[in-house]
């Protein structure tokens, strides 16, 4: 394991906290645990019995704790070093866990805290049912992006895609029931969380003093145009991001240096062995003789205190990441290979290519998916397609392109229907900038997003751009102060210290822990002059003519960037001797920031893994329906089964073109209905 010579310290103490346990210590703390679970035999109760009693109380749902208002739980939650769960949103479970900021420090317990937001959907089946999988991490993208949001929306998919289709609530009367069920189908419960400085944990990062001022820089910010909008658009954005990226340095927040992945790795780490902690309380709690109502076979609590008992410092991981994920899903095997218990890759970043900076990994398949869309606009036909030309789906494309074009010097100006305040519609203009920007954010869910976006183009080409901004101005953010603001002096976040209400309530943008993030990460940009910058421009345009100058806006925001992180992992990313367990890697053949290149790269430097690509438009394998990768994905958690190398699943949707393959039998419906509401709703 390298570490940053500048920056990190010599002794990584936070993977010392999780070490790898060694034989002699794993016999010695083995003898230690068999002592514990003969207690746990003891109870006097738990006598032996012929006849195999039902056992609903033992598989009765754990209790948690009540909150005033389950929908807004998080200034309900106290934080603890613990993992205590409360019910929230409908259904799910939150906690709050107290972490070191800086876990290298010598001492944890001393210095600056953070306080992770934790989500967890509970599993179909109880901790203490046979049936019981374990903890599936839900990664999301950015960086940045909300676990929390992100669990809330999908999680309810991803569970029914990894879980067995059979009835979790069928009454297992045997033993060898118990046996042949566990052996055929397993239940997770789905977790995930705001990353440290992220939307609900605390505290918050950001460059700004109030969320108005956040918001008026973005409103300037956006008025500048997208790189190659203008002929002044580079050196105007320059000086903007020299300035964003100069301010956020000079910050005193200490958090700033303690965002980037490798300190998410450990948080992870404390999270999974709080998990397992509180699993074995749990249980423990639900077995004492207190709760039971009934007889039960001593050998069944047995087999209950060994399957849910905490495994102190060898608490696995099960995983599936998506984008930015993939990063957190690389550093988490290269640095701790033998606690991947499953983990899947899904929109797979070139790693290396990301922590260097250089970003060149990224959009080779970008063009592709408009020549895609349009060859599905084509065998759409007219009815389904408004920018239809009999010329084929050549020609498609190129009117989609020249009609992007035109707007670069010539906007199209859109009237509005005020009507004196009664209408809905305010005046504006369309610009290539709008444009380029609903077109980029359209290529990663096309089968939800590109037939509108087409349908709009088709009247702009028109003169009539009443659609476009209609929708452009419904999915704007409203630049105006909020409640809290107008009340507290325009006061920095600072003054909320460690209290939950300083990033909610201040409503103040993930964006700039996005820009922490990513800029403490890489290598390889600060300090590039204007004349490196633009020949990097140049390499991206030979990857993708349009989208290239969205993309490298990006990494952009780190040019000045001066603050370094605390503890940086600097590889190799990668795990010569092989993971615990296989990984997988899965991608769309058509991606328009990480092609499906990537996974196979990165399935090269993690031995005996596999790669499961989706012959579908969009970001990562969700962007298209696909029952196929679905039964992929089932396979590999509940039976560790890997596809064989090669595989390229089909989908079941395709935009324009309407479902093309329907389901077979009942549950394989109910499936493809998870995974077209979930593809139709992937951007939003």
């Known amino acids: 394991m390298n570490q940053d010579p500048v920056s990190s310290p010599s002794n990584a103490h936070a993977l010392a906290l999780f070490p790898r346990i060694s034989l002699k210590r794993a016999c010695i703390i083995g003898a230690v645990l068999g002592v514990a679970l003969l207690g746990y035999t003891q109870f006097g109760r738990f006598q032996d019995e012929k006849i195999w009693g039902q056992l609903k109380s033992i598989h009765a749902p754990v209790r948690q704790k009540q909150l005033r208002n389950s929908n807004e739980p998080w200034s309900q939650i106290t934080p603890s070093k613990e993992l205590e769960y409360h019910d929230c949103f409908d259904g799910f479970r939150c906690a709050r866990l107290d972490v070191p900021m800086d876990w290298n420090q010598s001492n944890l317990d001393a210095g600056p805290r953070v306080q992770l937001a934790v989500a967890r959907l509970p599993a179909k089946v109880p901790i203490t049912d046979p049936r019981y999988g374990g903890l599936l991490w839900l990664q999301s993208g950015g960086p940045g992006e909300s676990g929390i949001g992100f669990i809330l929306t999908y999680g309810k998919s991803i569970q029914a895609i990894v879980d067995s289709p059979l009835d979790a609530t069928a009454v297992i009367s045997t033993e060898d029931d118990i046996a042949s069920d566990a052996q055929r189908q397993v239940f997770y419960d789905i977790l995930a969380i705001d990353s440290r400085g992220l939307n609900n944990s605390t505290p918050c990062f950001s460059c700004f003093p109030s969320a108005s001022s956040k918001q008026r820089w973005d409103v300037r910010a956006s008025a500048e145009g997208v790189l190659g909008s203008s002929d002044v658009s580079f050196s105007n954005l320059w000086a903007r991001m020299q300035a964003l990226s100069q301010g956020c340095s000079a910050t005193t927040n200490q958090l700033a240096k303690h965002v980037n992945t490798a300190p998410q790795i450990a948080d992870m780490i404390a999270v999974i062995e709080k998990h397992g902690q509180w699993r074995q309380r749990e249980a423990a709690r639900v077995l004492s003789p207190d709760h039971q109502q009934q007889a039960v076979l001593s050998e069944e609590v047995t087999a209950i205190t060994q399957r849910t008992k905490w495994r102190r410092n060898e608490e696995q991981l099960l995983f599936w990441g998506f984008s930015y994920g993939t990063v957190i899903g690389a550093h988490f095997a290269a640095m701790q290979p033998h606690r991947v218990q499953r983990m899947v890759l899904d929109g797979v970043v070139d790693t290396p290519d990301y922590m260097a900076g250089t970003r060149l990994q990224s959009l080779h398949d970008t063009d592709s998916i408009v020549d895609r869309q349009a060859k599905n606009c084509f065998l759409a036909g007219r009815s389904r397609c408004p920018l239809y030309d009999v010329g084929g789906a050549e020609k498609i494309a190129e009117s989609f392109r020249n009609i992007i074009v035109s707007l670069k010097r010539h906007p199209l100006s859109v009237p509005g229907d005020s009507d004196g305040g009664a209408g809905t519609l305010a005046p504006d203009i369309i610009t290539y900038s709008d444009v380029i920007g609903a077109t980029f954010n359209a290529l990663y869910a096309p089968i939800q997003s590109f037939p509108p976006l087409m349908s709009d183009l088709a009247g702009i080409a028109r003169g009539n751009g009443t659609a476009f901004a209609a929708r452009n101005q419904k999915t704007s953010r409203q630049s105006f102060p909020s409640a809290e603001e107008t009340t507290s002096d325009h006061q920095p976040p600072s003054k909320f210290k460690n209290d939950n209400s300083a990033c909610l309530t201040q409503r103040l943008s993930p964006g700039d822990t996005r820009t922490a993030i990513m800029c403490t990460d890489v290598n390889g940009t600060s300090g590039m002059s204007q004349v490196d910058f633009k020949n990097y421009i140049a390499q991206l345009e030979t990857q993708s003519a ?65 790669v499961l690509a989706v012959d579908t438009d969009g970001h990562s394998s969700l962007s298209g329906p696909s029952l196929c990768m679905a039964r992929h994905i089932r396979a590999y958690f509940q039976k560790g089964e890997l596809p064989t190398p090669g595989t390229v699943c089909e989908v079941n949707e395709k935009s324009f073109l309407g479902v093309l393959k329907e389901a077979e039998g009942t549950e394989e419906r109910k499936l493809l209905d998870v995974l077209r509401w979930t593809s139709w709703h992937w951007n939003d």
Not at 552 to 581: E, H, S, Y
């Open 546 to 610: 349009f989208f290239s100058g969205p993309f490298a806006q990006v990494r952009m925001k780190c040019i000045d960037w001066q603050l370094r992180p605390t503890w940086r992992f600097n590889g190799p990313f990668a795990a010569p001797g092989g993971t615990n367990f296989p990984l997988l890697f899965v991608g769309a053949t058509r991606d328009p920031v990480t092609p499906i290149a990537n996974a196979h790269t990165l399935a090269t430097r993690f031995p005996n893994s596999a």
